[in-house]
């Protein structure tokens, strides 16, 4: 199926003949291309709904939704360290918003930065004890939300299926071919 058949393929039933207003049923005699757009579609949308609301609920007092995450990923390394250039890799922002954002951490005393002794240009990025008490904090009230938004719509045994084919998902997108993804690492397109 080339692309334009799919763009003109009705790809969704309207959800209003179907009596709701913001539930759609996927057509099932698309082709797959045409699933695998409907199936991106509903993730994507799913994720910006969430996010939207976990970022309304965050306890922001300390620190802000993009500063928890990088002490969340901070939190799950080793030492609670790691190299400035493998936590960008972890984020969802460019290498020179998340210098700004770990500059920040850094006055507040939220994390320290040390040169790496093994890259004269690198940079080490450590949650500081403080840093991990605030995180700590926050990641109490932050996982309360998380939990309340997803099992709003879905059963344990619902969550455990979506963590499972998110994963496969994450691995088996993470083993294709740099080329065949059509980005590096370093970007994200939604």
């Known amino acids: 199926m ?38 991106w579609e509903a993730l994507f949308r799913a994720q910006v709904s969430v996010m939207r609301n976990l970022n309304s609920e965050f306890p922001g007092d300390e620190i802000s939704f993009n500063e928890y995450d990088v002490c969340f990923n901070l939190s799950t390394q080793p030492g609670r360290r790691c190299r400035m250039r493998d936590l960008t890799g972890h984020l969802l922002l460019t290498q020179p918003s998340v210098s700004r954002l770990v500059d920040r951490l850094a006055t507040r005393g939220i994390v320290e930065k040390q040169p790496d002794p093994t890259d004269a240009r ?5 949650l500081t004890p403080h840093g991990f008490d605030v995180y700590r904090a926050v990641a109490v009230q932050h996982a309360t939300s998380i939990a309340e938004q997803l099992s709003a719509g879905l059963d ?26 059509g980005a590096t690492t370093d970007t994200v397109s939604a």
Request: proline residues 6%; hydrophobic residues 40%.
């Open 2 to 39: 080339d692309d334009e058949a799919l763009v003109d393929e009705p790809t969704l039933l309207d959800a209003r003949t179907l009596g709701h207003d913001k539930t759609v049923v996927p057509d099932p005699t698309r082709s797959e291309k045409a699933v695998a757009v409907s199936a």
């Open 156 to 181: 344990d045994a619902e969550l455990r299926t979506l963590t499972d084919l998110c994963t496969k998902l994450r691995v088996a997108t993470g083993e294709l071919p740099a080329a065949r993804r």
């Open 122 to 126: 690198g940079v080490i990025v450590a």
